[in-house]
């Protein structure tokens, strides 16, 4: 049975998440890594989703990031299927998430950073993909109308970067299971994931999105009763 999701944001630490509950002896992701089951089909059915997770001793999990931005009515079909999901959504600043797509994007692109216009980048942070990705409140507060929040938890990729253990303990305690990382596993947790190329942010891109993002930082922060002043 699917017992845990994880469900983004895209280029907030998802792969790092993955990496680290495979790790585990009592987790297992028989689909792999984003399956993209719930947002591509693509022709499979319901049948062959749940055969992936047919194992009722392991904890299974599908993290698919894209699940993050999912429409209500089929976070709503999820829940009829698996109403005791688990459920983590990791969040970043969401001016370096949109820096880190565009250079994802980029790299999908075959292009050089000397190649792409600052018109280019602004495109590319005001694409519906990526304002739907970096719009937190917006998906937290859909899989909450269906989902108690209690089964959702919303972690700072910030958190994963100052104590991984204490990140991964969390994610595991969320799952049911006893804290398994010890300070002797610290060195593991810390290695990059996918380590990008840190190209800095353009200082000429950074008054763009400041426009697309400080409202919305101020009312997640309003949302979630939270202090995201780092952010701003």
């Known amino acids: 049975m699917l017992s845990f999701m994880g469900i983004g944001a895209q280029k907030c630490g998802t792969t790092w998440l993955w990496q ?5 002896p009592r987790i ?28 009722a001793i392991l904890c299974q999990g599908d993290i698919t990031p894209a699940y993050g931005f999912l429409p209500v009515d089929i976070i709503g079909r ?11 959504y990791m969040i970043r600043n969401p001016l370096e998430r949109a820096w880190s797509s565009a250079r994802m994007a980029l790299r999908n692109a075959d292009m050089q950073h ?62 049911g299971l ?12 810390l290695k990059r994931v996918h380590e990008g190329d840190h190209v800095p942010l353009r200082p000429s891109l950074v008054p763009v999105l400041h426009h697309i993002y400080s409202n919305k930082i101020r009312d997640l922060a309003a949302y979630l009763e939270e202090s995201f002043a780092s952010w701003e």
């Not at 006893?178 to 947790?189: G, N, V």
Request: charge should be negative.
């Open 178 to 189: 006893p804290a398994h990382f010890s300070d002797a596993d610290r060195p593991s947790l």
């Open 20 to 24: 680290m509950l495979r790790a585990h």
């Open 28 to 55: 297992s992701f028989p689909g792999g890594k984003e399956i993209h089951f719930w947002d591509r089909p693509a022709g499979r059915s319901q049948e062959w989703y749940d055969g992936l997770f047919a194992d």
């Open 78 to 88: 999820i829940h009829d299927r698996y109403p005791d999901l688990r459920l983590i």
């Open 114 to 175: 000397h190649e792409a216009s600052d018109t280019w980048f602004i495109d590319h942070f005001r694409s519906s993909g990526s304002l739907a990705r970096g719009d937190y409140e917006t998906c937290i507060r859909n899989w909450r109308s269906v989902f108690p929040s209690e089964q959702l938890l919303v972690l700072r990729y910030d958190d994963l970067v100052g104590d991984p253990v204490a990140f991964a303990n969390r994610c595991l305690l969320h799952l």
